[in-house]
Structures are given as C-alpha cells and as structure tokens.
C-alpha cells in the first residue's frame, strides 16, 4: 500500500499546545495489525505506552473491553458548506456555524478534519454562487488559533473549473495558510458526476428552484464556462496546488484517459471515482481510492454512479469519507469490516490511510509517538456506539 501514499509538503498542524494525561485499560485495543486486550497511556497528549494484559492500574479508566481505535480521518466533508448556508442564500454566522461544525464532528469520533471549501464562482443567473472560502478560512484559521475548536482543522480548497473566478480565488491563498489539499472539481453537465442530466438537475434545479427552462440555461451557461476555462484552470489549480504546497486531489474520475491525466498532474488520491474502470486505473497507477461512506451505507450511489461496495470487494478502495453525513463515517468501517472479516484494516480506511494520503504521519494509528486522539465505543446490535472521543488526550466527546 505504500505506493499508494505519496510524501506530501502539507504542513504541520498548528494545533493548540493543551494536552493532557490518559490511561484506558482493559480495552480492545485496534492496532494496526490485530485486535489486543490491553491498556493504551497517553501522556502530554502523546500515546506513550501500549502493554497488553486486562490489569486495571490505579487511576486508569476501566473500559471494560471496549474497542479502543485511533481517531477518525476526515478528507472531504461538505458539513462545513451545510452549517454556513442551511438553506439556499441563507449566511450564517460563521463563527456560530464553525462551532457547531466542530463539536458535531467530534461526536462523531472524527479527530482531524480537512474542511472543504470551494473556490471558483459563478456571478450571474439562477446557478449562481459567490466567493467565501477565504474569508471562511481567514475565520477557521483564528478559531483555530485561538483554542476555540475541539479537534484538528486543515482546508482543504475545492477548485470549481467550471465556473468564472477560480485562478483569482487561489491566488488569494498562500503557504503561510497550511493548505492540505486542493481538489480538481469539473461539474460540468454531461459527464462525470452528472453524465446523467437527470441527476444534475434532480440536485441544482430543486435546491435552486429552477424550472425547466432556467435548468436548461443553467446547462448551457457551465458548458461555455466549460469551453473558455476548462483547460487554463485545470493547469492552474494545478500549478497553485504546487506552489501551497498541498496535496493534489482529483474529483469524478471516470474513464481511464481521466486518470491518466490525474497521474500527469501528480494527484495523490481520487475522490469518488464513479466507475469501475476508474478505480482499476487508479490502482494501476499507484493513486489511493477514496469513496463516500453514505455510498457504502447506502449500498450505492445516489447519482447512480459506482457502488463503493463494488470496489470494496474488488480490492479497490482504500479511504472511506463521510461527505455529507459526518455519523456515516465511523459507521462504514465496520460495515467494511464485516465484508472484509478484518477490522484492523478496515479501521485503517477511515485512520492511517487518510493520514497518511494527506501527508500526516503523527496519527492515525495506535503506536507510541503518535498523537493521543483515541476513541473508546462498543458494539450495540452491530452499530458503533461512542462512548469517549479524545483529541491530543483531552475529552471532546
């Protein structure tokens, strides 16, 4: 699985120095190769011992044989989007909805998130969308900055190429932003994504409250959007991601000439191929896979595109994201882990291997020397039910 994770320049967290002192004993300890029964200390925020065994040492918190696993890894959630704008054309309070993000995903058991925003905006007709990342991710950054936020925050941009305003939108960001992750986004009708238009239409039109003939206009505004940037944002967002110093993520991948591209470009994992053929591509060209945890749930996609159930079975699926539903998440690798009959590797989808796709080597795995975000949960008529989230070995949920 090496090859599938290249070394990426994304910067450090800049986490807040507040640690703290943890021992859960007696638990069932999800390590990167198999399950043990033992205890697991985290000492200034930092796992500094695992011993095996059920003994209880004074002071340490008895779980009882709980599972305790590493904490989740998030690379692309909208959740963000939803709490900013809960209806279309509705601002909230940044600040509030920041907040709120935060603690709804700490109780989901995700301890590092990398919170999508896109860049690229369209000004004009119903379809329309205005520029907001960087004033967000000013906002994210002092939140963070100021202690503010429960786990670990990065940004991860989402670069429209169909839309007017991308190239200027990018610029606006730098290296001193700590950018995680640019994404190659291309919504344009007719393929991809939408290779179906019903779809794309069930989507914009009833959130924008298109008829027929604004839907059809809408259409033909992004294919000449389409036609004029396409290719002179594709190579910038590109040479941007390079020059933040992020990793390069591509978006819809769905042929193997798309995933030759995204090879060219030096894409370091494919967020929701939507065919088969895709992800046999990205395998063969070393990219990691990334499919959405509601997919999985689901037991398919809703814009009828390739089941992540598919790919799990083909050995073909690497990271699981939750993308619109944060509780998703924890949930789809233990459905992983039933189809797989291997648990430790199925908790890597959602751990080490989203850690390690973005450049993050401090956690994701219960070793010594890596960071103290651990999550302690038992089984309830098969679902995961959280029972403590640590985030650096402080309870956030």
Partial sequence: MNSLFPVSSVAKAHDSDTSADLCLANARLVLPDRVMTGALTIERGVISGIEEGDNVPTGAVDCAGDLVLPGLVELHTDNLERHIEPRPDVDWPHLPALIAHDAELASTGITTVFDAMRVGSIHSGKGRYVDYARKLADELLAARAAGLLKISHFLHLRAEICS??????????????????????????????????????SYVAKKRGMNDAEFAEHVEDLLSLQRRFGSKHEQGAVAESGRLGAVLASHDDTTADHVATSAENGVGF?????????????????????????????????????AAEQLAGADLLDIVSSDYVPSALLLSAFHLAEIWGDLPRAIKTVTSNPARAAGLGDRGALQVGRRGDVLRLRRVDRAPLLRGVWSHGIRVG
Avoid: W, Y
């Fill in 270 to 306: 494919a967020e929701f191929p939507t065919t088969l053929e895709a992800a046999e591509a990205c395998r063969a060209h070393g990219i990691a896979v990334m499919m959405g945890a509601p997919n999985l749930i689901r037991g398919g996609s809703h814009s009828g595109n390739v």
């Fill in 164 to 201: 007017e305003t991308l190239l200027e939108e990018l610029a606006a960001f730098g290296p001193e932003d700590s950018v995680g992750i640019v994404s190659l986004m291309d919504h344009t009708p007719g393929q991809r994504q939408f290779r179906d238009l019903s779809a794309l239409k």
